[in-house]
């Protein structure tokens, strides 16, 4: 499409900056924009393209177009599937004056045979210009009559056009007698209105004409002109009087429609056209009103033209005008109230709302059970109510302040009767009297007289350290031999302090299901087991509950790295060391001694020389880490020799540190054999491994107590535990595994130093072996 020349010739260069905007396929359709009067050929969108057809497809998927209304105006090239515009385009022809034009088509693609939407808005131009009803208006006003501040309505401009095409503004033609205001619609439409700014005198000036012109807000504007001519006539100084200024009349409801309710009677002293009269409503006659009543304008009858309802509406009021046929036409006025009387045609309306969904057995006599509602909308006796309750039922109906109640007046046995079918009958006192009835089944509830019971008397559950946040522990499960809302079942923990924090910080339990989350992550070297107590209530009243321990077991995982302990070392993990040259195959160099804060396997060490060079000359013990020579040092020149030895646990995935020896070849060494103690004491000060072990010996100590707790408060119980229960419960032969697994084990190697968990859960040091 040339865009260019389309603008030239639209003169709209907002529209040519988005004129052929394409929206693609989106939700499954196909949506353009192309503005109206747009030239046959113009490019709207490629289908293919949009449809992501290949070029080398086009051909075969053949292309067209499907629209019974609009597939005149477009139409799709077979060879690069552009769809253009076929035929002239009028969006007022098509759309009126709909602020948005969507057109409607389908594409079909054949091999495969495919239907896609498509949605064609067209956008519109300033081709329309305001016009009004009427080129020649006429406004009669009687001289003198008429005061400078009258206003008088005009005809409105219509454009076909929307948007800012429509119509923006109007203007009126300079003179002194007459002015323009203009007032804005809630809808936005502009209303014209002619202002009287002096008095017009018919033997000065009997007509003025004036020009109004409607200007839309397009670029550039169009404009419509209508001629106002303004006749000025002589006095008609009679308007028709009514007999009464106000006429009352009463009808009953449900009347026949044509039925006569009041004639009118109005009088004109003038003669001929000025005294003839006609009846109409004026504007202040609501249109619910025109809607039930119609009026003759020649006898002045008004008659029913609609349902009249009392319930609906009771009261109307008619404002009615009465004009003469004089130059100028001269009215008057008057009020007709129409009041509605009520006759019986409504049944009472019976409502009934329960306090309860059940009525419990031992409910006292007098116990509310429901309110009943009752209303009629007729009036006076048609709506006064008679209520009545079957016979042989332990209940009553009693009157309230807002209406009735409907109590229990015997004693309830639920295993005489469960359920109870009432009726009640609703009568007004209208003649014939009309009724209404409805069915109330109530059940009578067993009262609240056994307490939750737990499945399990206690429940152990086990959890990886480091496991993220919101992770399923347990789930504790409760049984009630309740009914209904007495078996309802909320579960929660009894507060309690674990190391100074509330326990529920620690773990989180679903008041529904029972399920136990955790609510942090646990750490194994901190914490070994979480006691806690839930506690599971019914929704009875009074609410009864019963409590049941749950052990939260902390499982150890390889988290922490080995940490070497012994000899002196830097910061960088450097260890220095001499030897002799003398030293003859087996002199121990140093022996590493390291901790790792783990359990079990997880703290199990192996040290490992990786450095290749030295394999000839030194090796490592693989579980004391010790460091002895494999041959005389007396053929080698280098006097330093340096050693990369690995210390790593047996946990899945290892961890590991690296240690380098630094061992310095002299002719003489003055041996100086270590202390025991120098094993165990980290030659910096500043080290915490000291406290590591402190607190792993603690550990060991608390964690083999509770254990043996557990095991004792069980046998003496003498109960045996589900071991494919969902909590994971501990007991029997499964018990010994665990403390076995999880008993948190010191791997400290200070020489020959060993702190462990054994296979009977105890802990047992062995004796330090101090090299002389």
Request: proline share 4%.
């Amino acid at each position: 499409m040339d865009i260019r020349g389309f603008c030239q010739c639209c003169k709209w260069q907002v529209v040519c900056s988005f004129l052929l905007c394409s929206w693609g396929w989106v939700s499954g359709q196909l949506r353009y924009s192309i503005v109206e009067e747009s030239d046959p050929r113009t490019l709207v969108g490629n289908v293919a393209q949009d449809l992501r057809i290949k070029r080398s497809e086009i051909s075969q998927r053949r292309i067209d177009l499907r629209s019974e209304k609009y597939q005149k105006y477009f139409s799709v090239n077979q060879a690069n599937g552009g769809l253009a515009v076929k035929d002239r385009i009028d969006r007022e022809n098509l759309c009126g004056s709909s602020p948005r034009c969507l057109l409607q088509l389908e594409v079909v693609a054949e091999n495969p045979v495919e239907l896609f939407s498509l949605e064609i808005e067209i956008l519109d131009i300033n081709d329309n210009s305001p016009t009004f009803s009427s080129h020649d208006y006429i406004i009669k006003i009687t001289e003198l009559l008429a005061s400078p501040g009258a206003r008088f309505a005009l005809d409105i401009a219509k454009d076909l056009d929307v948007g800012v095409n429509g119509v923006s503004q109007y203007t009126l033609n300079t003179n002194p007698y007459f002015s323009l205001t203009v007032k804005t619609r809630k809808d936005g439409t502009l209303i014209p209105q002619l202002i009287l700014e002096k008095v017009l005198d018919r033997e000065e000036k009997q007509e003025h004409d004036l020009i109004l012109t409607a200007i839309d807000g397009g670029e550039p504007a169009r404009s419509g002109t209508c001629r106002i001519t303004v006749v000025v006539l002589d006095i008609n100084d009679n308007p028709p009087v009514f007999n009464q200024s106000v006429y009352k009349v009463s009808i009953r409801e449900n009347l026949p429609l044509k039925t006569v309710i009041l004639t009118l009677n109005a009088t004109d002293q003038d003669d001929g056209a000025n005294g003839e009269i006609h009846f109409s409503f004026d504007g202040h006659t609501f249109e619910s009103a025109r809607k039930i009543f119609s009026l003759n304008e020649q006898t002045g009858e008004i008659y029913i033209n609609g349902y009249v309802d009392f319930e609906e509406k009771s009261f109307y009021e008619l404002s009615i005008k009465a004009e003469d046929k004089g130059s100028p036409i001269l009215e008057g006025n008057c009020i007709v109230h129409v009041e509605v009387e009520d006759v019986n045609d409504n049944p009472p309306e019976i409502t009934f709302s329960t306090v309860t969904k059940f009525i419990v057995e031992n409910a006292p006599v007098g116990t509310i059970v429901g309110f009943v509602n009752v209303k009629d909308d007729d009036s006076g006796k048609y709506g006064e109510i008679r209520l009545n309750i079957s016979p042989n039922v332990p209940f009553k109906i009693k009157s309230t302040q807002n209406g009735y109640a409907l109590v229990t007046d015997g004693n309830l046995d639920r295993e005489e009767t469960s359920q109870y079918t009432i009726e009640l009958t609703a009568s007004d006192l209208g003649s014939p009297p009309l009724y209404s009835k409805i069915s109330i089944t109530l059940s009578v509830s067993d009262i609240n007289d056994n307490a939750p019971v737990f499945t399990q008397s206690t429940y152990n559950a086990f959890i990886n350290e480091n496991s993220d946040p919101g992770i399923l522990l347990c789930t504790v499960s409760a049984t009630d031999l309740d009914e209904g809302v007495n078996s309802d079942l909320v579960y929660s923990m009894v507060e309690s302090q674990i190391d100074g924090s509330s326990v529920s910080s620690f773990v989180y339990i679903h008041s529904n299901d029972g399920n136990i989350y955790a609510q942090r992550s646990f750490d194994y070297e901190q914490i070994q087991v979480v006691q806690i107590t839930i506690k599971v209530e019914d929704s009875g009243s009074p609410q009864l509950s019963s409590t049941v321990p749950v052990f939260i077991f902390i499982l150890d995982t390889n988290d922490n790295a080995p940490a070497l302990l012994y000899p002196e070392h830097s910061e960088d993990l450097i260890v220095q060391g001499r030897i002799p040259k003398s030293t003859s195959a087996g002199y121990l160099v140093t022996k590493l001694s390291a901790v790792d804060l783990d359990s079990g396997h997880n703290a199990w060490l192996v040290f490992t020389l990786i450095d290749p060079i030295n394999y000839s000359w030194f090796q490592v013990s693989t579980h004391t880490g010790e460091v002895r020579t494999l041959r005389g040092l007396q053929e080698t020149e280098n006097m330093e020799q340096q050693l990369v030895i690995s210390i790593s646990d047996q946990g899945n995935p290892p961890l590991s540190t690296t240690v380098t020896v630094l061992v310095t070849i002299e002719d003489a060494v003055v041996v100086e054999r270590p202390k025991s103690g120098d094993f165990l004491t980290n030659s910096k000060p500043s080290s915490d491994m000291t406290l590591y072990l402190i607190i792993s010996l603690v550990a060991i100590s608390l964690v083999s107590l509770v254990t043996f707790m557990i095991l004792l408060v069980r046998c003496l119980r003498k109960e045996n535990y589900d071991y494919n229960s969902s909590c994971c419960v501990l007991g029997g032969s499964q018990s010994k595994t665990y403390t076995d697994q999880y008993q948190p084990a010191l791997y400290l190697n200070t020489w020959d130093l060993k702190i462990h968990g054994g296979q009977d859960g105890s802990s047992r040091i062995r004796g330090a072996e101090v090299p002389n």
